[in-house]
């Protein structure tokens, strides 16, 4: 299993300032520039910290918001590109279907490739619901927009021989050419990000590795579609490398301390709920049949289905309230000990059948420089070495699934 640190650089200064929602609409009068180059160049030293312990690296993209800063991924992964030597570098991940552009998609990843020598992976996403007010991206043509965005940044990553033209539904151009070529050929490693199984299938026959967050044991049912699909193509079982898996991590010595850490990367959590409601499940973004089969659920069961994570028990739990123990129990968040978070990680790998990488939420909220680094250094020491050589041998995808 590799390991990934991450986090999405929150200014979490406005937090407590106001009691306004967080995304979209709370002004910039919030945030101290100074304040925010001092946390912006603090999570540039982390991620650097992490070349000298072996801790990969992957940075995503959201804007207009107090909970993350990241407001270009390619921006810091060009900076770490040349301020790193050893690891791997990872956009995850840039929303292709609210950038305007995709061959300048195409122009920034093969330049940090070109900057790191090849140790870019290039993540793509739909975007989130929220982001798609900022963009002004409308919510029901983005799955297209995606695919065609993803389609033409590949073509422009691997087309040397002569410009191209490209008249697509959204995108149009004369002749695309593009300088530098990335090292890697013929194109850095492509991921994808899926919550749950619909899109599992799709993302698998690209080849592309799949990563999901925060989903615990509902993780297995998106490898598994992964899984089920590469079957039928004939390709036999997947590699666990394919697979990511990004979780809440805290770690220290004592128990109740790693638990406190954990809480303030939790944050995170707790700050989605500050949203207002226009800008959750603009219409379009996700197909009808869905919405309606969510409000089905949450009208039986009393909460709604996207931030409900099962327990071991089958009971639920919900992500933006529930306890540190409640999210461990969950898979949603590994901390404790070097000891019990090696444990925890050892059990969600043996769940999912299989999981190559975790791609771990190592600093949130307003959890200090030095609690990150005392995580991160004693992570690199005694969890990372033992679940390296985690595997699941012989794991097989459920025959009513491969049936279904």
Same mark, same amino acid.
């Given at each position: !299993?590799?390991?990934?640190?991450?986090?999405?650089?929150?200014?979490?200064?406005?937090?407590?300032?106001?009691?306004?929602?967080?995304? =979209?609409?709370?002004?910039?009068?919030?945030?101290?520039? =100074?304040?925010?180059?001092?946390?912006?160049?603090?999570?540039?030293? $982390?991620?650097?910290?992490?070349?000298?312990?072996?801790? =990969?690296?992957?940075?995503?993209?959201?804007?207009?918001?107090? *909970?993350? /800063?990241?407001?270009?991924?390619?921006?810091?992964?060009?900076?770490?590109?040349?301020?790193?030597?050893?690891?791997?570098?990872?956009?995850?991940?840039?929303?292709?279907?609210?950038?305007?552009?995709?061959?300048?998609?195409?122009?920034?990843?093969?330049?940090?490739?070109?900057?790191?020598?090849?140790?870019?992976? !290039?993540?793509?996403?739909?975007?989130?619901?929220?982001?798609?007010?900022?963009?002004?991206?409308?919510?029901? *043509?983005?799955?297209?927009?995606?695919?065609?965005?993803?389609?033409?940044?590949?073509?422009?990553? *691997?087309?040397?021989?002569?410009?191209?033209?490209?008249?697509?539904?959204?995108?149009? %151009?004369?002749?695309? =050419?593009?300088?530098?070529?990335?090292?890697?050929?013929?194109?850095?490693?492509?991921?994808?990000?899926?919550?749950?199984?619909?899109?599992?299938?799709?993302?698998?026959?690209?080849?592309? +590795?799949?990563?999901?967050?925060?989903?615990?044991?509902?993780?297995?049912?998106?490898?598994?579609?992964?899984?089920?699909?590469?079957?039928?193509?004939?390709?036999?079982?997947?590699?666990?490398?394919?697979?990511?898996? !990004?979780?809440?991590?805290?770690?220290?010595?004592?128990?109740?301390?790693?638990?406190?850490?954990?809480?303030?990367?939790?944050?995170?959590?707790? *700050?989605?709920?500050?949203?207002?409601?226009?800008?959750?499940?603009?219409?379009?973004?996700?197909?009808?049949?869905?919405?309606?089969?969510?409000?089905?659920?949450?009208?039986?069961?009393?909460?709604?289905?996207? %931030?409900?994570?099962?327990?071991?028990?089958?009971?639920?739990?919900?992500?933006?309230?529930?306890?540190?123990?409640?999210?461990?129990?969950?898979?949603?968040?590994?901390?404790?000990?070097?000891?019990?978070?090696?444990?925890?990680?050892?059990?969600?790998?043996?769940?999912?059948?299989?999981?190559?990488?975790?791609? /771990?939420?190592?600093?949130?909220?307003?959890?200090? +420089?030095? $609690?990150?680094?005392?995580?991160?250094?004693?992570?690199?020491?005694?969890?990372?070495?033992?679940?390296?050589?985690?595997?699941?041998?012989?794991?097989?995808?459920?025959?009513?699934?491969?049936?279904?």
């Amino acid at each position: !299993m590799k390991v990934w640190h991450f986090t999405e650089q929150p200014y979490y200064p406005a937090w407590d300032a106001t009691d306004r929602q967080l995304k =979209n609409t709370l002004p910039n009068k919030y945030l101290d520039p =100074n304040i925010a180059a001092d946390l912006l160049n603090r999570y540039l030293d $982390e991620w650097e910290l992490c070349d000298e312990l072996g801790i =990969n690296i992957t940075i995503n993209e959201h804007h207009s918001t107090a *909970t993350s /800063m990241s407001s270009s991924c390619t921006l810091p992964l060009a900076a770490l590109a040349r301020a790193t030597k050893k690891v791997r570098l990872m956009s995850l991940g840039i929303p292709i279907a609210n950038r305007a552009d995709p061959v300048r998609v195409a122009e920034e990843c093969a330049i940090i490739d070109c900057y790191s020598r090849g140790r870019f992976e !290039m993540g793509f996403v739909r975007g989130i619901d929220y982001d798609v007010f900022p963009a002004n991206s409308p919510p029901v *043509t983005q799955t297209r927009r995606f695919a065609e965005a993803y389609k033409l940044i590949l073509k422009a990553m *691997t087309s040397h021989e002569a410009p191209f033209a490209w008249q697509g539904e959204f995108y149009n %151009y004369r002749a695309v =050419n593009i300088w530098p070529r990335s090292v890697q050929q013929p194109h850095p490693p492509v991921w994808m990000v899926a919550l749950g199984p619909g899109a599992g299938g799709w993302i698998a026959e690209q080849k592309s +590795h799949v990563g999901t967050f925060l989903t615990g044991r509902l993780s297995k049912q998106l490898y598994d579609a992964y899984r089920r699909r590469w079957i039928e193509l004939g390709w036999g079982m997947p590699s666990n490398d394919m697979f990511g898996y !990004m979780a809440i991590v805290a770690v220290a010595k004592d128990e109740k301390v790693a638990k406190e850490r954990a809480y303030k990367i939790a944050g995170y959590l707790r *700050t989605q709920t500050r949203l207002d409601t226009q800008f959750q499940n603009p219409p379009g973004y996700v197909p009808s049949k869905f919405v309606a089969k969510r409000m089905r659920i949450e009208a039986e069961t009393g909460y709604a289905p996207l %931030y409900s994570v099962p327990r071991g028990d089958g009971t639920s739990v919900n992500l933006h309230g529930a306890s540190i123990d409640d999210l461990i129990a969950a898979q949603v968040v590994f901390a404790g000990t070097p000891d019990q978070v090696f444990e925890q990680i050892k059990a969600y790998n043996a769940n999912v059948g299989g999981c190559g990488n975790l791609l /771990m939420m190592g600093q949130g909220g307003d959890m200090t +420089h030095d $609690e990150t680094v005392d995580s991160l250094r004693l992570f690199a020491s005694d969890v990372m070495p033992r679940i390296a050589e985690l595997k699941v041998e012989g794991y097989e995808v459920p025959k009513a699934q491969l049936a279904a």
